[in-house]
T-cell receptor, first 117, second 114 residues
Framework: AQKVTQAQTEISVVEKEDVTLDCVYETRDTTYYLFWYKQPPSGELVFLIRRNSFDEQNEISGRYSWNFQKSTSSFNFTITASQVVDSAVYFCALSEAYAGNNRKLIWGLGTSLAVNP | GAGVSQSPRYKVAKRGQDVALRCDPISGHVSLFWYQQALGQGPEFLTYFQNEAQLDKSGLPSDRFFAERPEGSVSTLKIQRTQQEDSAVYLC????????????FGPGTRLTVT
């Protein structure tokens, strides 16, 4: 069965600190997609990144970076020089790539990040 | 361009009432998803449409839940005889095509059943 685990329930940091959000997944599939979404206090989920299982190259987008390690089934997310606006709940999600009629995402429970001034 | 919109944003229903939640996906998006998010939890899949066809409804918690997308655009999630455990945020998402590209989410409808 597919499963996503985000072991960190809440993280609190001071502005400008770097912070890493962990995501560990389980799947029997060899081809799958991984996602990160941000949910600010307003409630709307915002897409951050999609990564397919064949692409283990790490990605950087501004202050955000993602470290995908297939060997440890992890897809961790790092925010460099955090800002107050980064305060949100961050979700990691997983889906099969060839799912037939089943296109659903399997979500972790989320990590609530508080960045304090 | 316009994103996914949902209405109403908030709904209070008395136990036993029927409710209808609307989702307007991004124009041209083929795939549409409904999720339920309880407080402090991640979204839980309810159902998936590709155009007007409901291809997966395995996440609907009971036969009181019904979703439709008759013209392949706007979708409605209906909950009959609401119960307190139905209280949650109901999220709608759309995706460009049948392949699993990123899903774009609406702001959600917060349903409170009293």
């Amino acid at each position: 069965a597919q499963k996503v685990t985000q072991a960190q329930t809440e993280i609190s940091v001071v502005e400008k600190e770097d912070v890493t959000l962990d995501c560990v997944y389980e799947t029997r599939d060899t081809t799958y997609y991984l996602f990160w979404y941000k949910q600010p206090p307003s409630g709307e989920l915002v897409f951050l990144i999609r990564r397919n299982s064949f692409d283990e190259q790490n990605e950087i987008s501004g202050r955000y970076s993602w470290n995908f390690q297939k060997s440890t089934s992890s897809f961790n997310f790092t925010i460099t020089a955090s800002q107050v606006v980064d305060s949100a709940v961050y979700f990691c999600a997983l889906s099969e790539a060839y799912a037939g009629n089943n296109r659903k995402l399997i979500w972790g429970l989320g990590t609530s990040l508080a960045v304090n001034p | 361009g316009a994103g996914v919109s949902q209405s109403p944003r908030y709904k209070v229903a008395k136990r036993g009432q029927d409710v209808a939640l609307r989702c307007d996906p991004i124009s041209g998006h083929v795939s549409l998803f409904w999720y339920q998010q309880a407080l402090g939890q991640g979204p839980e899949f309810l159902t998936y449409f590709q155009n007007e066809a409901q291809l997966d409804k395995s996440g609907l918690p009971s036969d009181r839940f019904f979703a439709e997308r008759p013209e392949g655009s706007v979708s409605t999630l209906k909950i009959q005889r609401t119960q307190q455990e139905d209280s949650a945020v109901y999220l709608c998402a759309s995706s460009l095509n049948r392949d699993l590209y990123e899903q774009y989410f609406g702001p959600g409808t917060r349903l409170t059943v009293t």
